[in-house]
């Protein structure tokens, strides 16, 4: 059983999801999806940039028909809206595609995706002229109504700093439950998470792994020696290791491997934990972020420089 936390929308939300940003999309993506549900995983992170929400959708409707699961409600499935429905008018028909896409009524939770919106349509790297004015209080609002009408039963944020969440948080009716950041012992969030801890969101690490094998990913994490002494003298592997980290800090990592191995080691790391010895010799490594975010900076955008995209976190 995977432990869940009781998110501040009284939703239970399980403590590891399963990932799906994958490029190229592998063509068996639905029957591994099902897989992993038959191996325990209820928790599924989708976003409409993705791709991936069709792909889902048949998963978690053949798992139903299947048996694996009894209901939909066994199921939590989180999406995103991506940049260029950044904007009131444009929030709700975004969720109901998405929705479409995924063959259900609902999702659990719903994710502003980056704190920045681009031109309708924009599906690909910005280009200078794609950015346009981003009105963070408009679109939270169309948010709130996708939660009252019941299309996501809750409703949080992605890529937002503390200083970003503290300015929503001053206008909000219904606040934000998650905030998915970039998290891994190679980047350990950790002004963010006393922020969030203190505000009652949770946090969500995407990249637990710093992205490891992935064309943008790096060898922070997999070849860390700090962390293969642990993995050896615990008898676990590195990424078990990695994950055990980020679920004791308290935040949920989001995994992504589609080898039914990688898939079952992943989801092992809730009867054991790391000694205070462990930690304090992780804190010890150097922190860098993988993925900067440099394409969504721009002279014509809301953020001219790294800086200001991250704010003092970067």
Same mark, same amino acid.
């Given at each position: 059983m995977i432990p869940e936390i009781l998110l501040s929308s009284g939703q239970r939300m399980p403590l590891i999801g399963m990932g799906t940003a994958c490029n190229p999309i592998p063509p068996n993506l639905t029957s591994t999806l099902v897989q992993a549900i038959e191996l325990g995983y209820r928790h599924i992170d989708t976003a409409s940039i993705y791709n991936t929400e069709e792909f889902?959708?048949?998963?978690?409707?053949?798992?139903? $028909?299947?048996?694996? /699961?009894? #209901?939909?409600? $066994? /199921? !939590?499935?989180? %999406?995103k809206l991506w940049c260029s429905n950044a904007d009131h008018d444009l929030?709700?028909?975004?969720?109901?595609?998405?929705?479409?896409?995924?063959?259900? $009524?609902?999702?659990?939770?719903?994710?502003?995706? *980056? +704190?920045? &919106?681009?031109?309708?349509?924009?599906? #690909?790297?910005?280009k200078e002229e794609d950015f346009l004015p981003f009105d963070m209080r408009g679109t939270w609002k169309a948010m709130e109504e996708c939660c009252k009408l019941g299309f996501a039963k809750?409703?949080?944020? %992605?890529?937002?700093?503390?200083?970003?969440?503290?300015?929503?948080?001053?206008?909000?009716?219904? +606040?934000?439950?998650?905030?998915? @950041?970039?998290? %891994?012992?190679?980047?350990?969030? &950790?002004?963010l998470m006393q922020f969030c801890n203190e505000?009652?969101?949770? @946090? %969500?690490? *995407? #990249? +637990?792994?710093?992205?490891?094998g992935t064309q943008w990913g790096s060898t922070l994490v997999m070849e860390n020696p700090i962390l293969k002494d642990i993995a050896m003298a615990k008898r676990?592997?590195?990424?078990?290791? #990695?994950? &055990? *980290?980020?679920?004791q800090q308290g935040a949920s990592p989001i995994v992504k491997s589609f080898s039914k191995e990688r898939m079952k080691e992943n989801l092992?790391? !809730?009867? *054991?934990?790391?000694?205070?010895?462990?930690? $304090?010799q992780i804190s010890q490594i150097p922190q860098k972020k993988n993925f900067s975010g440099e394409i969504f900076v721009s002279p014509n955008g809301p953020y001219k420089s790294l800086e200001e995209l991250w704010d003092e976190e970067f």
């Open positions: 889902v959708g048949h998963a978690v409707a053949q798992a139903l $028909d299947q048996g694996i /699961i009894k #209901s939909r409600s $066994d /199921i !939590f499935v989180t %999406s929030v709700l028909p975004a969720l109901k595609e998405t929705l479409q896409k995924l063959g259900l $009524d609902y999702v659990d939770l719903y994710l502003v995706h *980056w +704190p920045l &919106r681009l031109k309708e349509g924009n599906r #690909s790297l910005p809750s409703i949080g944020v %992605s890529n937002f700093s503390a200083k970003k969440l503290s300015q929503l948080l001053t206008y909000v009716t219904i +606040p934000p439950v998650v905030n998915q @950041v970039e998290m %891994s012992v190679a980047w350990q969030q &950790r002004k505000k009652g969101i949770h @946090v %969500s690490a *995407w #990249s +637990p792994l710093a992205a490891y676990k592997t590195i990424a078990q290791v #990695s994950l &055990r *980290w980020v679920y092992q790391i !809730f009867d *054991w934990e790391l000694t205070q010895e462990e930690l $304090d």
